[in-house]
């Protein structure tokens, strides 16, 4: 089982990292809301000090199996870029285990991402140079502009990334392969959060999902990028609230 962080009582909120990142991204916002909330914060399979010897199964299905040995039959799903892309997976296929959507900074699969990055850190990580595929990582353009303080944090967290996406000893999987013409079929209440700052690429998907699904509430965070949840993590847990209660 991939491994969680499980805090506070009242309704789950289950928070879904960014590639390259794992479950303590989101420590600040689970700490806050613990007084209120449930909060789950997951180390997807391949991510986190843990991420090695993580089975490579389907993101989404990993989530589901911690849900349900936990007792949880619905929650309120975060996810961030990658993870944004997994709480979709999910919630196409198992509708009835989520209560609302939030989308940060969300990739949607069968959209340009505009990340050139790939080859350098494949390239690196399967020579064993794994701290030149993260430096490339981090390189690409997709993480302009985001805060200094918020980029140095990111680049710790991904230090206990084994990089097995890019050597091939993990791949990623999804229930649902083309999610962009299923989107409208997603009724549960959602919000869809960027930063003003982040690239073209991400601001397209971000209208994408905004444009398809029927409750979907759109939120641009002032003076952020790709990491906007934690440059501006007030606005966004204010914004949160205002979806999970």
Do not use: K
């Not at 296929?93 to 990739?107: D, G, I, K, M, Q």
């Not at 229930?175 to 013409?181: A, H, K, R």
């Amino acid at each position: 089982m991939i491994a969680f962080v499980d805090r506070g009582e009242g309704p789950p909120v289950t928070f879904l990292h960014g590639f390259a990142l794992d479950g303590r991204m989101w420590s600040a916002q689970a700490r806050a809301l613990e007084a209120t909330h449930r909060t789950l914060a997951a180390d997807l399979p391949g991510f986190g000090p843990q991420g090695s010897a993580n089975a490579p199964e389907c993101p989404a299905l990993a989530v589901l199996d911690v849900l349900d040995r936990l007792g949880v039959a619905r929650t309120h799903l975060v996810g961030h870029s990658l993870g944004g892309a997994v709480a979709v997976d999910l919630a196409l296929a198992h509708p009835e285990r989520v209560e609302s959507l939030t989308l940060v900074n969300a990739l949607l699969l069968g959209l340009p991402t505009g990340i050139a990055s790939r080859a350098a850190c494949t390239v690196a990580a399967r020579e064993g140079r794994f701290d030149d595929a993260r430096r490339a990582w981090f390189d690409d353009a997709l993480f302009d502009g985001v805060r200094p303080g918020v980029f140095a944090e990111a680049e710790r967290l991904a230090r206990d990334y084994a990089c097995g996406h890019w050597t091939g000893e993990v791949s990623l999987c999804w229930i649902v392969e083309s999610p962009l013409e299923r989107l409208g079929e997603l009724g549960m209440p959602a919000l869809v959060v960027n930063g003003e700052g982040e690239p073209p690429p991400f601001l397209a998907m971000a209208a994408e999902y905004a444009g398809r699904m029927a409750r979907a509430r759109r939120v641009v965070l002032a003076d952020t990028a790709h990491l906007s949840s934690l440059e501006a993590p007030d606005a966004f847990l204010a914004a949160l609230r205002t979806l999970i209660g």
